[in-house]
């Protein structure tokens, strides 16, 4: 807060939620590695177990069994991955740990180094999570990495860009640090750096043990005794650690600096940047930190760099405040109530829209093209070159009678042809306005026709964010749109940057986009891409090819993207919809397969119940409240923190007859009153719950309370056929099947047409979840196979269901349940059920919820019947065998402890 800018060094713990294993797992990870390359076996090898190599470890002439495996780290390395190239092949894969993206922590740091905050971070390590964090983030805009000694040039004790600093260097350049002669000092260059950021600023240190010869020396005892860290350190441990022991170098720094050594308990690497650091340095209106204007190095962003010769006088202040202020509240920066001078050049520095020049600033490349009045005057690439071509007639329908035609060498074909210049707000602006005449409309014909438009509105935005942002504004080139009756295409300058290129690794873009599951990040222009994600014109940063994809499917069409074969180039296509419209009416016949209908297997509730009532109690849970008020009158209910709530009202039923409650305790909430309440929607749950299992007692089905799950039970015959009528006719099922051995008639198992039910809300909305299944019992009444174990295989056997046999279940279901109402239809009570004139009214819909969806959204597979009748019979033999074996595991019944919990004593079920 005092703006001291602390020197931040990270050691492996830090990175071991991003899945870098810390020193101790190393080890493991060090000996199974060089096991199996010993022994001819492949590392990934599953097979492989610690039983191979830890033996094989421990029998090593340099293996000491006094020290602990983190310990040993120096002299595994050494022994076992003494070949540069088989360390560089170990580490590379070690540190770059497929799918894992940095962590919560990594992520916070790289906001904290955005708002300069910190700008120098030192680590012990090799892996680059928080280089991948900032290419994800996009901030800070660049972060500047020194791996090598040819890379201290760019080291700065005042840094204008944050740098990180590896300590041990580069395990891709082989000048990683890891074995034990390599660990006992430092470079002395990079030593003799470092003293004036140890001396000036304060240190924290995270994730780090202390343990290491070369890092405790030379940067913090050395330091110490020459009278430095007057600022302090830092050292962040796990609060459990606290006590020590600690790293002797560690208590020794102690013992020298004294009060300036701080031990700080952390909860962790994560919780201590996201939590402690970036939320409480923005909930306390923290600003930014000023940078110095300190030299720019190499390697620079081509939209950073300064443009000698322009002056700050171009930009347009009103455009400009405007953005900053859209920028602030989009990313809770701090800003003023109003809007000032000096905070307006505070951002401009800190979203790098200017650039320190000597003694003066000047505007960078994205500062000009963002906010100048006409940056196409001074870098002419920068416009776009748009171009519709196809028949008169239609060119004059979407842009106009009286639009100026070009004719070209085809008959009945011409152009339109405009040049759009200006900033790169007001060239976004211009383009889809433009797009937006051919983005035409029709009346879609279909089961519900519905007005649609020939391309999504959002991936036309995201195709032109992409050329805008991400060009290459070096190469003497415009941005192509060039736009026929069925297509849009966008041609921008530059192919892929290293940092996709690497992420892609060979496979073509469009195919790594779409098998990706989480964004393909990389920045050719991050301050730009900072400021139209800041500004709104982008909603996630990372992801605009990949939602532009999902966006033109949705609408039925299709798109195609990629670099040109020379990496000089990137297209992007968009295809209509593939409907043939009428120029006259305007409509168009769907495709024959553009939607396929799909059913939900949800009974929406249409009328939920009003109100709650509630009493207190002093019992502890259901089962010891109905014991205790066994005799009297209770309702279904659920005791819950002192309190029995209950959907019926127990204030008319304490006035007429008996039971527990004082009246004058009674008292009544709104429904959604209980849900806001915390810990009230699972009440709720269980209350519409008991509701549901009588109602399915009113229809005469067994049920399973702790899984809630129905099933008919069979009558006088092996077998139960219930007629109903289905979607589109009257059917008979078969709900209770005899299942007999293989060789005779003598009867093993009933199998039952079971229905599990749950409650769901959705939103406002709430519905009854119907789930069609399988029940196995050995008399067909109340005696279960023994449960845990056909559990599975009831899973499996309705996992042979497809969709039509599925929908028909479901049918089966609503309509017992409805009992083939043709409107809505109330939860019922059992006739001999003296409560239920205090119960509550719950309407249900007699219809489930359906919906259309492309086609080409599903890829679905087809089956082979043989494979699935050879599967019911391998399921058939495994449930048999289940019901030939003793029952004495069953438990019987369907209760806890064979009781049924509907029966004056509810169970506490969830």
Known sequence: MDSSEPVLLLGAGASITSGIPAAAKTVEKVARWAWCKENGRHPDDFTIRRSDYWPWLTAQPWYRPELSPADLYPDAIDNLLGVKSDRREFFEK??????????????????????????????????????????????????????????????????????????????????DKNLTDEVQSLDPLLVERLRPLLRDHPVITVGYRGAEAS???????????????????????????????????????????????????????????????????????????????????????????????LDLSGFEQPLLQARLRQYADRTDLWRPGDIDAAWVEEMTDRLDLVRPVGG??????????????????????????????????????????????????????????????GNLWSQLDDLIDLLALVNF????????????????????????????????????????????????????????????????????????????TSPIKGYRNPAISDLFYGGGQMDRRGSGLSDMVLATVNNNGSVSFGPSADNTRFTVTLEARPEAVDEITNTALPMAEETVRYSSNLIAIESMPAKVWHAATSAGSNRSFYRAAEGLAVPPGHVSDGRFY????????????????????????????????????????????????????????????????????????????????????KATRTVVKARTKRDSDDIVYYEHKAVSFSVLRFGSDWAVVLTPGYAFTRDGLRNPISRERTNALSTR????????????????????????????????????????????SVLLSHRMPTISFNVSAFNELAQRDTEIDEDLQRLDDELEALALEPDEEDGGGLGRDGDDPGEGEPDDVD
């Open 646 to 729: 209950s959907l019926y009202d127990l204030e008319e039923l304490a006035e007429v007859m008996v039971t527990p409650f004082d009246p004058g305790e009674i008292e009544a909430l709104d429904f959604n009153e209980l849900i806001e309440m915390p810990g009230g929607e699972s009440v709720a749950l269980k209350l519409l719950h008991e509701l549901l299992f009588e109602h399915l007692k009113t229809k005469g089905l067994q049920i399973e309370y702790d899984r809630r799950r129905a099933y008919f039970a069979r009558g006088d015959e092996p077998e139960l056929k219930v007629s109903y009528q289905g979607r589109l006719r």
């Open 797 to 840: 056997r309705a996992a042979r269901d497809f969709n039509p046999s599925v929908l028909q279940d479901v049918s089966f279901w609503l309509a017992i349940l409805s009992g083939e109402a043709e409107g809505l239809f109330a939860l019922e009570h059992r006739p001999d059920n003296d409560l239920a004139r205090f119960a509550p």
């Open 360 to 421: 003066s600033v000047t505007p960078t490349l994205a500062g000009w093209l963002l906010f100048s009045r006409n940056p196409s005057v001074e870098f002419p690439q920068a416009r776009v070159e748009f171009c519709a071509m196809g028949p008169g007639h239609w060119l004059r329908g979407r842009f106009g009678e009286d639009v100026e035609l070009e004719p070209t060498a085809r008959d009945d074909e011409f152009t339109v042809r405009r040049t759009i210049t």
């Open 441 to 516: 409309q029709f009346r879609l014909k279909a089961e519900v026709s519905r007005t649609v438009n020939a391309y999504n509105a959002i991936a036309i935005k995201e195709m032109l964010v992409n050329a805008i942002v991400h060009r290459d504004y070096d190469r003497d080139e415009a941005v192509q749109v060039v736009v026929e009756p069925k297509s849009i295409t966008v041609i921008s300058p530059g192919g892929l940057i290293e940092e996709i290129a690497v992420q892609v690794a060979g496979q073509s873009f469009q195919d790594a986009i779409a098998e990706r």
């Open 94 to 175: 070690l540190i770059n740990p497929p799918e894992v993206p940095p962590s919560r922590g990594y992520v916070a740091l790289t906001q904290i180094l955005h708002q300069g905050w910190i700008s120098t971070v030192l680590t012990t390590n090799f892996d680059r999570c928080l280089e991948r964090a900032a290419i994800q983030q996009n901030r800070p805009h660049r972060l500047v990495s020194i791996s090598t000694p040819a890379d201290y040039v760019m080291f700065n004790s005042a840094p204008h860009d944050p740098q990180l600093v590896f300590l041990h260097g580069s395990v891709k350049h082989y000048t």
């Open 215 to 309: 890092v405790m020396n030379d940067l913090f005892l050395a330091q110490a005794k020459a009278g430095s860290f007057l600022h302090g350190v830092y050292w962040c441990v796990l609060e459990n650690d606290l006590a020590g022991p600690h790293s002797p170098s560690v208590e020794q720094l102690a013992a020298t600096i004294g009060s300036n050594f701080q031990l700080v308990p952390i909860r962790g690497f994560d919780d201590l940047f996201e939590k402690d650091l970036l939320a409480s340095m923005i909930a306390a209106g923290a600003r930014p930190t000023r940078r110095p204007s300190g030299h720019s190095v190499g390697g620079m962003p081509a939209d950073m760099r300064p443009l000698d010769g």
